[in-house]
Each structure stands twice: as structure tokens, then as C-alpha cells.
């Protein structure tokens, strides 16, 4: 069974930093993009960041360019959200998701499994 495991969410002052992890299990990933998204209260799900297979291509919503930065180990399954310089208005419920393709996309359809998410908060 292919499952997507996040860890490293919780409450954080402005400005401060967390790193998310997503662990993947049943399956490899290694051939497929990475991705995650994000979910506040009464909105819809975005974009945050995306990396290719080979780790050689990231992509990123202007709302976390230059703050957020998207790697992977695929020699561990596993890809990673470094956080930082973080606003209030980045809190919300983070998810991982891998996607068939082998480059990054910012269309939440275009991903086939997902993570249960992990939340982060981030206060004033």
C-alpha cells in the first residue's frame, strides 16, 4: 500500500523556521515528480512547491519564492520543505503529493497520491 507520511509541522513564530519531511512507503518514487500544497481555513488548496525526478528542476508560488525550498533523497523516498521567514499567512494544513510525471506541476490533479497533511501555525 503507497503511502505518503508527513512530520515537521507545529506552531512557529513570524520569522521563524520549520522543515517539513514527507516519507514515502510501498512503493519508490524515484521516477516521479514531488510536490506540496497547502490548505488554510475556507480556501482552497495551492501550490506551494514542486521538484523534478532527477531534482534538477524546482518550481515555486510566488508567495513563498525565496523563502521556501523544495529537495528530495530518493535514495530515502523521501522529499523535504525547508520553511523559512515565515508569515501568519503561511499557516495552514501542508501536503505532500507524487505525481506520474516526471517533472513538477502545479496542478493538484496532475498528482496521484497524497499525504493526510500536516499542520502548520504560524503566529503574529
Known amino acids: 500500500q503507497v503511502q505518503l507520511v508527513e512530520s515537521g509541522g507545529g506552531l512557529v513564530q513570524a520569522g521563524g523556521s520549520l522543515r517539513l519531511s514527507c516519507a514515502a512507503s510501498g512503493r519508490t518514487f524515484s521516477r516521479n515528480a514531488m510536490g506540496w500544497f497547502r490548505q488554510a481555513p475556507g480556501k482552497e488548496r495551492e501550490f506551494v512547491a514542486a521538484?523534478?525526478?532527477?531534482?534538477?528542476?524546482?518550481y515555486y508560488a510566488d508567495s513563498v519564492k525565496g523563502r521556501f525550498t523544495i529537495s528530495r533523497d530518493n535514495a530515502k523516498n523521501t522529499v523535504y520543505l525547508q520553511m523559512n521567514s515565515l508569515k501568519p499567512e503561511d499557516t495552514a494544513v501542508y501536503y505532500c503529493a507524487a505525481s506520474s510525471l516526471l517533472y513538477g506541476t502545479t496542478w493538484p490533479t496532475q498528482y496521484d497520491y497524497w499525504g493526510q497533511g500536516t499542520q502548520v501555525t504560524v503566529s503574529s
Open positions: 521538484i523534478s525526478w532527477s531534482t534538477r528542476s524546482t
